[in-house]
C-alpha cells in the first residue's frame, strides 16, 4: 500500500513539474515572441527582403556572400513571427508594388531603397569609402550626429536602423561599411532584439554597431556614445 501511494506520489510530483516547465517555457516563448514583434513593428504576413547589387553596375553586379549571411539572420526573425519573407534585389522591386514591411540589406553604395530612405530621413548621415593605393584596402569614415568617425584598420561598424514610412509600413535598414559589417548588423538583431526592445521598446531607432574585423562579424556591439540619436519625424 505504502508502495503503490509513494508511486502515485512520484508520477503526480513528476506531472506537475513537467507542467510548470511547459508553462514556464510556453510562456517564456510567448514573451520573446512579442517583444520580437513589436521591435520589427511588421503588421501583415508579407515583407520583403530586398538586396544589395555590389559592383559599378548594379544591374550587372553581384550580391555579396556576407550580404547572404544577412538573409538567413532575417528570413529566421521572419518566420519565427509567421511572416513570409520574399528576397528580391532591390532593382528587380517593381515601383508598383504596395508598400511591405521591409528589410533593405546593404548600404546606400549597393542599395538605392537604403539610400533614398536615409537622404529623406537622416540627410545628416554620411558614408565616404575610398579605395587605397595598396589593392584590397581602402579609408573609410562616416559622419553622424555632428560627428566625423574614421574607422581603423581593423575595425568594422555596422548600422541598424528602424524608421516607419508615410505608410504605415515598418522598414529596418542593415548595413556595414563593408558587407561583412551588414552581416554584423543581421546578426545582432537576430542575437539581441530583446536587449534592443530593453532600449526603445517598439519606437524606431538609430544603432551604431563596432565590430573586430580579425575576429568577424558576430563581434558586433553598441556603441553607447551613438545610443540616443535623435528620430526624425515622419
Known sequence: MNFTISF??????????VLIVSLYTYSHTRLNRRKLRLVLGFTESKCI?????????????????????????????????????????????????????????????SNMRTKAILKKYYPDFKVDLAADSTPGTYHASFQIAGKEVTIG???????????????????????????????????YLFRYYKDIYKLYGQSPYFIVLK????????????????????????
Open 8 to 17: 502515485i506520489t512520484g508520477i503526480a510530483t513528476s506531472l506537475i513539474v
Open 49 to 109: 527582403i530586398s538586396t544589395s547589387v555590389h559592383k559599378t553596375d548594379n544591374w550587372g553586379g553581384f550580391i555579396h556572400h556576407q550580404d547572404a549571411y544577412a538573409f538567413t539572420y532575417l528570413a529566421h526573425l521572419a518566420l519565427d513571427l509567421k511572416v513570409d519573407p520574399e528576397i528580391i534585389p532591390f532593382h528587380k522591386i517593381p515601383e508598383s508594388i504596395e508598400p511591405m514591411d521591409e528589410f533593405c540589406v546593404g548600404g546606400p553604395l
Open 153 to 187: 584598420k581593423n575595425e568594422e561598424y555596422s548600422f541598424l536602423i528602424k524608421t516607419r514610412t508615410n505608410y504605415s509600413k515598418t522598414v529596418h535598414l542593415l548595413f556595414g561599411i563593408t558587407p561583412l559589417g551588414t552581416a554584423g548588423a543581421a546578426y
Open 211 to 234: 565590430s573586430d574585423l580579425s575576429l568577424g562579424y558576430k563581434t558586433a556591439q553598441l556603441v553607447t556614445e551613438f545610443k540616443n540619436i535623435e528620430q526624425p519625424v515622419m
